[in-house]
Structure formats: structure tokens, C-alpha cells
């Protein structure tokens, strides 16, 4: 869906605040409209008002990749972009840097996302220069718990080895953003392709998302990361199926 009816959506469903990136490009796949927030100032201005008029922020926005082929200096539009959306956070995940470049490149995207009063919080993966939580926390020391926090994503959390003592024992501030999806407890396939289309609705798997999110700091928004099925393709197709999703994750976090 487009980012209006995104925006339309999250209000219905009671949400605090999307997550969205800049663009969608067209993927050859019905039900999948093309849209750029970059190339089109008319959307922007109607998404910053439909966020306004449904009181919703855009709490992580997405895309900032770190990357070889561009400096930190190369986001430097987009940043401004999310800045004028009212973003509260930027979300960066790495593109397979060596560690030492990896850790200056993300610590100069934090100062710029600071220098436009928006909070800053990288992503760890198994397959990603930051794999698990403790390489993440390695970064946050490097760059200052001030300037960087920390996504925990509940799929790439358990699959490199987390356990949830160890959230618990986390200063709050250190966690930035919390993503929730439910899977096997061992993985079927490999990794790259379970966090494409093989992440379930929460209690459907059998990750302890109950004892995930008990661990955690109160306060946080969770938000949701879901493979949606083909079945849901399409706005209305994608409204039912997340109408449901929603009312099942919250029972089972109630």
C-alpha cells in the first residue's frame, strides 16, 4: 500500500507510529504500488498531514543502508527528507563493511541524524558486519550510548544466539527499537531467506516472544515485522490480515 494508507492503517489499528521508508519501487508483483517520497514533494506533504491528523510519528524510518558504494555524506538528503516527516528515529542496518569502517561510517550517520534532532538505532543480524547483541553493544561503546542505541529484532535476536536475561540485564536506554515476529525454534531455511518470508505472526511459532518481551525495558514500542502471505496482497487483502495479526499479538501479550 502507499504510504497514506499505511499511515490510515496504523491509526485504525490503534498503533503509535509507523515504521516507513523513502520509496517502494514498483516490484512486478500485483497488489504492489510504486511510490517515492523522495521524487514526490506533493506526498510528502500529505503524509506529514495524514501522520498530524492521525497523531501518529514515524517512530523508525528505514533504508539507510551502510554501504561501500556510498559515504555517510551520500544519506545526507534523505536524512533531511525523514527530519521533515518529523521521524523520530532512523533505523540503519550495514551492507557488509569490515568492522573498523563499519563502525566510523555508523557513528558519522548518528552525529548527522543528532545534527536533525532525530534519535539513531542500528540493526544486528547473524548475517550482517554486527551479528548478534554483544557486537551491537560493541558499536554502542564505540560511538557513545549518547548518539546510538540499539534495534532488537526478535527473529535476528534468537537466531544469533540470544537469550532473554540478557535483555534484561540492559541499561533501557540502550534499546531503541523493538521489532516482533514469531518462527521455529530451529530455523528451516537459511537465514537471509527466513527474515524475507518466513517470519510468522506472534504465538503462531515457537520463539518465547512472552518471555522476550517481559525482559524488556518497560516503555518500549514494539512494532511488527511480518512476511506477508500472498494471500494478502493488495490494500483491503493486507488490512484484513493485519487487523487479525494485531489482535492476536496483543492477546498474547496481554
Known sequence: MGPIEHVGLAADLGC??????LEQPSSGREGYAAWSLREDALLRREVRAALTGAGLRIGLGEGIEVSSLKSP??????????????????GARDNGLERAPAFDYIARLAEMARERDMDFAFEFSP??????????LDLVAHIGGDRVSVTVDALHFFRSGGAVRELAELDAALIGHVRLCDGALKAAMA???????GRLIPGEGELPLREFVDAL????????DLSLPQAALGVEAARDYLVEVTARTRALLA
Do not use: C, Q, W, Y
Not at 16 to 21: D, F, M, N, Y
Open 191 to 197: 537465514h537471509a531467506e527466513e527474515e524475507e518470508r
Open 217 to 224: 525495558p518497560r516503555g518500549k514500542t514494539l512494532g511488527l
Open 73 to 90: 555524506g551520500d544519506h545526507a538528503a534523505d536524512l533531511d527528507l525523514f527530519a521533515e516527516l518529523g521521524t523520530r528515529r532512523i
Open 16 to 21: 503509535k507510529a509507523v515504521s516507513l521508508g
Open 127 to 136: 548475517v550482517m558486519t554486527l551479528r548478534n547483541l554483544r557486537e551491537a
